[in-house]
């Protein structure tokens, strides 16, 4: 019995030592055998490609869980990582880089050290996880490498599968890249061999299987490698991208409909469908609703399916009722509170279709109300409202409506810019219109008999009392309606078991109830504890803005509360005294001047800017805007035969004038313009004259055009020119007073007349202290280097062991694969830094630099501390000279 146990055992332990030796075998990469291709094969597919694909996976699916996308964009055909996002997303990519990079190296067969100068590749997988390495890297948003790893699989792997994977991989790259042209002759290749292998399989089966096997071994080796799985799905989603990068709707249509036709997941289909519903939308094809109804059938996700209805009930061919009534049905869909901003505004398109503009704005201001956390949808609502009241030349609220838009609207909206123009460009218009209502009211109220007046200004204070209870009470109404859909939010919002106040609804109505116990129902406004708070009375406009509302409209005194209000406080705005209503005459008709010119040249509004000009003449107030209106009005009116009575105006009323001028000689101008380049000259040379010590001369010059051209454009100049041409043949400054002084009285308020005074200034108090300029210095720094560091400099209130591990951590799990060290050490007593290093190129450190800033893990208190590049040689000087401020200033200069 031993005797069989001892053979059983001997045999077990030789079949061991020879699996044992299988594998030892089976470890060498240079070795082509079964064995060897068997093992290496299996590594390679699951200790890298696997794990780095379902790293990717995972990775991407959480992302694209949580991702926001702009529905009112065409989205794109696949979801990936923007700029922004994209370097959270680091650690899953270089970690799935990492495993691809160890598995190429050990389980190449045979290894090369460099890929380039490889011949074969015998084991399976391989050519998979340096397609991976390429696919990382495209999320990474590093094009280059991605490119060339994809060039390399297609190049070296002409026997496999992969190589149309690669260059399908390289069309998706240049398109990333902008290279259209070279992504358009990528996919003429990728189509061409694609024909190649379908002519290839059919003959195949139409040929005699009749053949020797010398003819077998010799069709398999030239036969080309069949393509991948799904490779006509992948194609025409390329080919649909490129379509959409080059704005080519109608083949980007064909190829998403061949796409869709042949793809398998849920999320493919609801996806490419709700794009074909957006590019039909566009086209005003009502197909759209089948399409979107399509991805809503497709269990397209929460967003896309909610905008999806949305589209389908805009672009359907129901009647506008049929419509209204299916967006008013989700509407009311608790689940859809959130997005009734979105739902309201597509209401307003369906109204504006149908022409009620006035339903439209109901809608479009519902939008605005109901729109808490979209400050997207927020900022196209006013926009909205703003281009009908323009539209409508109601430009005092179009003005309001976009710089309300302006607020609110994200800087990556396309016309956010736009909309900032055109709020900067009325504001000033706005402006105006404001004080010609101001100052019209007030001297309407000072032509009143003095009972009157004051019968007047008491309704009017009760009127004001009034309107405020009733906006009080509006605000109030409103202020309540926004807390509950506020609260209606955070309940929908709410994460199981929040703690935090401001995420837990029962918290806070459990706040608002004490509040209400302790101080009664207030408002959520400024002072709201003050019962006497300041008020600002507002001013109200006509339908036509260009003339302001027939009503007082009065400023009052911000010391005194609107419930205190009294006749005599109002009176104080009153121009009841001949200054008084002098300067109220100079707002007013400066006002209509200004407004009448943003109409004409602005706005192209020449009319609005013809009233305008007109109520400046028929003030009948002596003004220097008399003139320029009557010009205006002169070339508005010179081709309908209307000019004369404006011609006659200038003529008889201002006859020295320059329009006066033109008017006689339409050529004048011209001239003046001639006169005004001749002076131009002479003045110039009297400069040079100076410059030369000829100062008599210059004295000379400018005593003849002070005392004989008080037209000369330069004769103020020629003040300033005289008194240096006489400070440097006088001891005695003094002598230079009458003339700095004679040209501040001519010409106050101008450059000459600031200069004047400070050269007034230096000879009566004399010549400040002279202190020693010191120049920054920056020549000492270079710029080549083959090593670079990044330095992040410490605050004063930060610790510098925990910015050393924050930074230490970001390296590692953002750039592990760069194998980056960090220390911390000190720039002097009191400056602390942190050293990154090191970095092989300029514009590697810099990308580092703008990851770094856009990273919310690790490094998100870092923000504002102030990150550098510097190469190691510089990093020496900056350290030995403690040359900080220099090298700030040549940092400044060349890299930020």
């Given at each position: 019995?031993?005797?069989?146990?001892?053979?059983?055992?001997?045999?077990?332990?030789?079949?061991?030592?020879?699996?044992?030796?299988?594998?030892?075998?089976?470890?060498?990469?240079?070795?082509?055998?079964?064995?060897?291709?068997?093992?290496?094969?299996?590594?390679?597919?699951?200790?890298?490609?696997?794990?780095?694909?379902?790293?990717?996976?995972?990775?991407?699916?959480?992302?694209?869980?949580?991702?926001?996308?702009?529905?009112?964009?065409?989205?794109?055909?696949?979801?990936?990582?923007?700029?922004?996002?994209?370097?959270?997303?680091?650690?899953?990519v270089d970690t799935a880089i990492s495993k691809c990079q160890t598995v190429i190296s050990k389980h190449s067969m045979p290894t090369a050290s460099k890929p380039s100068q490889k011949k074969s590749e015998h084991a399976n997988w391989i050519d998979q996880n340096w397609l991976m390495i390429g696919y990382a890297n495209y999320i990474r948003r590093d094009y280059d490498k991605?490119?060339?790893?994809?060039?390399?699989?297609?190049?070296?792997?002409?026997?496999?599968?992969?190589?149309?994977?690669?260059?399908?991989?390289?069309?998706?790259?240049?398109?990333?890249?902008?290279?259209?042209?070279?992504?358009?002759?990528?996919?003429?290749?990728?189509?061409?061999?694609?024909?190649?292998?379908r002519d290839q399989e059919d003959d195949g089966g139409s040929k005699s299987k009749s053949k020797s096997k010398k003819r077998k071994k010799e069709d398999k080796e030239n036969k080309a490698p069949s393509l991948p799985k799904h490779f006509d799905f992948e194609l025409a989603k390329v080919k649909a991208m490129l379509a959409l990068a080059k704005d080519d709707q109608k083949?980007?249509?064909?190829?998403?409909?061949?796409?869709?036709?042949?793809?398998?997941?849920?999320?493919?289909?609801?996806?490419?469908?709700?794009?074909?519903?957006?590019?039909?939308?566009?086209?005003?094809?009502?197909?759209?609703?089948?399409?979107?109804?399509?991805?809503?059938?497709?269990?397209?996700?929460?967003?896309?399916?909610?905008?999806?209805?949305?589209?389908?009930?805009?672009?359907?061919?129901?009647?506008?009722?049929?419509?209204?009534?299916?967006?008013?049905?989700?509407?009311?869909?608790?689940?859809?509170?959130?997005?009734?901003?979105?739902?309201?505004?597509?209401?307003?398109?369906?109204?504006?279709?149908?022409?009620?503009?006035?339903?439209?704005?109901?809608?479009?201001?519902?939008?605005?109300?109901?729109?808490?956390?979209?400050?997207?949808?927020?900022?196209?609502?006013?926009?909205?409202?703003?281009?009908?009241?323009?539209?409508?030349?109601?430009?005092?609220?179009?003005?309001?409506?976009?710089?309300?838009?302006?607020?609110?609207?994200?800087?990556?909206?396309?016309?956010?810019?736009?909309?900032?123009?055109?709020?900067?460009?009325?504001?000033?218009?706005?402006?105006?219109?404001?004080?010609?209502?101001?100052?019209?009211?007030?001297?309407?109220?000072?032509?009143?008999?003095?009972?009157?007046?004051?019968?007047?200004?008491?309704?009017?204070?009760?009127?004001?009392?009034?309107?405020?209870?009733?906006?009080?009470?509006?605000?109030?109404?409103?202020?309540?309606?926004?807390?509950?859909?506020?609260?209606?939010?955070?309940?929908?919002?709410?994460?199981?078991?929040?703690?935090?106040?401001?995420?837990?609804?029962?918290?806070?109505?459990?706040?608002?109830?004490?509040?209400?116990?302790?101080?009664?129902?207030?408002?959520?406004?400024?002072?709201?504890?003050?019962?006497?708070?300041?008020?600002?009375?507002?001013?109200?406009?006509?339908?036509?803005?260009?003339?302001?509302?027939?009503?007082?409209?009065?400023?009052?005194?911000?010391?005194?509360?609107?419930?205190?209000?009294?006749?005599?406080?109002?009176?104080?705005?009153?121009?009841?005294?001949?200054?008084?209503?002098?300067?109220?005459?100079?707002?007013?008709?400066?006002?209509?001047?200004?407004?009448?010119?943003?109409?004409?040249?602005?706005?192209?509004?020449?009319?609005?800017?013809?009233?305008?000009?007109?109520?400046?003449?028929?003030?009948?107030?002596?003004?220097?805007?008399?003139?320029?209106?009557?010009?205006?009005?002169?070339?508005?009116?010179?081709?309908?035969?209307?000019?004369?009575?404006?011609?006659?105006?200038?003529?008889?009323?201002?006859?020295?004038?320059?329009?006066?001028?033109?008017?006689?000689?339409?050529?004048?101008?011209?001239?003046?313009?001639?006169?005004?380049?001749?002076?131009?000259?002479?003045?110039?040379?009297?400069?040079?004259?100076?410059?030369?010590?000829?100062?008599?001369?210059?004295?000379?010059?400018?005593?003849?055009?002070?005392?004989?051209?008080?037209?000369?454009?330069?004769?103020?100049?020629?003040?300033?020119?005289?008194?240096?041409?006489?400070?440097?043949?006088?001891?005695?400054?003094?002598?230079?007073?009458?003339?700095?002084?004679?040209?501040?009285?001519?010409?106050?308020?101008?450059?000459?007349?600031?200069?004047?005074?400070?050269?007034?200034?230096?000879?009566?108090?004399?010549?400040?202290?002279?202190?020693?300029?010191?120049?920054?210095?920056?020549?000492?720094?270079?710029?080549?280097?083959?090593?670079?560091?990044?330095?992040?400099?410490?605050?004063?209130?930060?610790?510098?062991?925990?910015?050393?591990?924050?930074?230490?951590?970001?390296?590692?799990?953002?750039?592990?694969?760069?194998?980056?060290?960090?220390?911390?050490?000190?720039?002097?007593?009191?400056?602390?830094?942190?050293?990154?290093?090191?970095?092989?190129?300029?514009?590697?450190?810099?990308?580092?630099?703008?990851?770094?800033?856009?990273?919310?893990?690790?490094?998100?208190?870092?923000?504002?501390?102030?990150?550098?590049?510097?190469?190691?040689?510089?990093?020496?000087?900056?350290?030995?000279?403690?040359?900080?401020?220099?090298?700030?200033?040549?940092?400044?200069?060349?890299?930020?």
């Amino acid at each position: 019995m031993t005797k069989k146990y001892n053979k059983r055992t001997a045999f077990g332990t030789l079949v061991a030592l020879f699996a044992l030796f299988l594998v030892v075998g089976a470890c060498s990469t240079e070795k082509n055998t079964f064995i060897n291709r068997t093992y290496h094969s299996t590594t390679a597919k699951y200790n890298g490609y696997f794990n780095a694909k379902e790293l990717i996976r995972i990775g991407l699916e959480e992302y694209r869980y949580g991702a926001r996308e702009d529905f009112n964009e065409i989205l794109p055909v696949e979801l990936f990582p923007n700029e922004e996002d994209v370097v959270d997303f680091y650690p899953v990519v270089d970690t799935a880089i990492s495993k691809c990079q160890t598995v190429i190296s050990k389980h190449s067969m045979p290894t090369a050290s460099k890929p380039s100068q490889k011949k074969s590749e015998h084991a399976n997988w391989i050519d998979q996880n340096w397609l991976m390495i390429g696919y990382a890297n495209y999320i990474r948003r590093d094009y280059d490498k991605a490119l060339t790893t994809f060039e390399y699989v297609r190049k070296f792997y002409l026997n496999r599968p992969s190589t149309y994977s690669g260059q399908l991989w390289e069309a998706k790259t240049q398109i990333q890249m902008g290279d259209l042209s070279e992504a358009t002759r990528t996919l003429q290749k990728i189509e061409k061999r694609q024909l190649m292998v379908r002519d290839q399989e059919d003959d195949g089966g139409s040929k005699s299987k009749s053949k020797s096997k010398k003819r077998k071994k010799e069709d398999k080796e030239n036969k080309a490698p069949s393509l991948p799985k799904h490779f006509d799905f992948e194609l025409a989603k390329v080919k649909a991208m490129l379509a959409l990068a080059k704005d080519d709707q109608k083949t980007a249509i064909e190829q998403l409909e061949i796409a869709l036709g042949k793809a398998r997941k849920k999320e493919d289909k609801a996806r490419l469908s709700f794009i074909l519903g957006q590019l039909y939308q566009e086209r005003g094809d009502a197909k759209a609703r089948e399409y979107y109804t399509m991805s809503i059938k497709r269990d397209a996700p929460f967003e896309m399916s909610f905008n999806a209805k949305i589209n389908r009930a805009v672009v359907s061919d129901l009647d506008s009722d049929e419509m209204i009534k299916e967006l008013n049905k989700l509407a009311k869909e608790e689940r859809y509170l959130e997005f009734r901003d979105q739902i309201y505004f597509a209401m307003s398109k369906v109204e504006l279709n149908r022409q009620d503009r006035d339903m439209a704005k109901y809608y479009l201001t519902k939008s605005t109300f109901f729109s808490l956390n979209n400050p997207r949808q927020k900022g196209v609502s006013y926009e909205k409202l703003g281009d009908l009241s323009y539209e409508e030349k109601n430009y005092v609220y179009a003005q309001r409506y976009y710089d309300s838009s302006a607020q609110v609207i994200p800087d990556s909206y396309f016309n956010a810019e736009v909309i900032r123009n055109k709020a900067d460009k009325l504001a000033s218009l706005v402006q105006n219109i404001d004080v010609v209502a101001y100052e019209d009211s007030v001297q309407r109220i000072a032509q009143m008999s003095e009972g009157d007046r004051e019968k007047f200004l008491k309704d009017v204070i009760k009127q004001l009392q009034k309107e405020e209870q009733e906006r009080k009470e509006r605000e109030a109404i409103r202020a309540e309606q926004l807390r509950k859909l506020q609260q209606t939010y955070a309940e929908q919002n709410q994460k199981p078991g929040s703690k935090w106040y401001f995420t837990n609804p029962k918290a806070m109505q459990e706040g608002v109830e004490d509040f209400k116990r302790i101080w009664g129902q207030r408002e959520n406004e400024d002072y709201w504890r003050l019962t006497n708070k300041p008020n600002r009375i507002t001013m109200g406009f006509a339908e036509n803005d260009s003339i302001p509302v027939d009503s007082l409209i009065v400023e009052e005194s911000k010391e005194v509360p609107l419930e205190e209000l009294s006749v005599e406080d109002m009176l104080k705005d009153i121009p009841l005294t001949d200054s008084m209503m002098n300067q109220s005459n100079e707002n007013l008709l400066a006002a209509l001047y200004n407004s009448g010119m943003i109409y004409k040249e602005q706005l192209d509004e020449t009319q609005l800017g013809a009233v305008q000009f007109q109520r400046v003449i028929d003030h009948k107030v002596e003004n220097e805007h008399n003139v320029l209106s009557a010009f205006q009005l002169y070339k508005i009116n010179e081709n309908t035969g209307n000019s004369a009575p404006y011609k006659s105006y200038i003529l008889n009323h201002y006859p020295n004038s320059d329009y006066a001028n033109y008017l006689r000689d339409p050529d004048y101008f011209v001239k003046k313009k001639e006169r005004d380049a001749l002076a131009l000259q002479d003045y110039l040379r009297s400069v040079t004259r100076f410059e030369q010590g000829l100062y008599y001369p210059v004295i000379l010059k400018a005593d003849m055009v002070i005392a004989d051209e008080p037209n000369n454009l330069y004769r103020k100049e020629y003040f300033l020119l005289k008194a240096m041409a006489m400070g440097q043949i006088n001891s005695d400054k003094t002598s230079l007073l009458p003339v700095l002084e004679q040209a501040i009285a001519e010409y106050p308020e101008t450059e000459v007349a600031e200069r004047s005074q400070e050269l007034i200034d230096l000879i009566n108090n004399g010549v400040p202290v002279f202190e020693e300029f010191t120049e920054i210095e920056t020549g000492l720094f270079g710029y080549e280097s083959k090593e670079y560091y990044v330095v992040v400099l410490i605050k004063e209130d930060q610790n510098a062991n925990s910015i050393g591990n924050n930074v230490s951590n970001f390296n590692r799990e953002y750039f592990g694969r760069l194998r980056l060290s960090s220390t911390s050490q000190m720039y002097n007593k009191e400056q602390g830094l942190i050293l990154v290093k090191s970095f092989k190129t300029a514009p590697e450190t810099m990308a580092y630099i703008r990851d770094f800033k856009k990273a919310r893990r690790h490094v998100a208190n870092l923000k504002e501390n102030e990150v550098m590049m510097i190469s190691r040689e510089n990093f020496k000087i900056l350290i030995q000279q403690q040359k900080l401020p220099e090298y700030r200033k040549f940092y400044q200069n060349n890299y930020d």
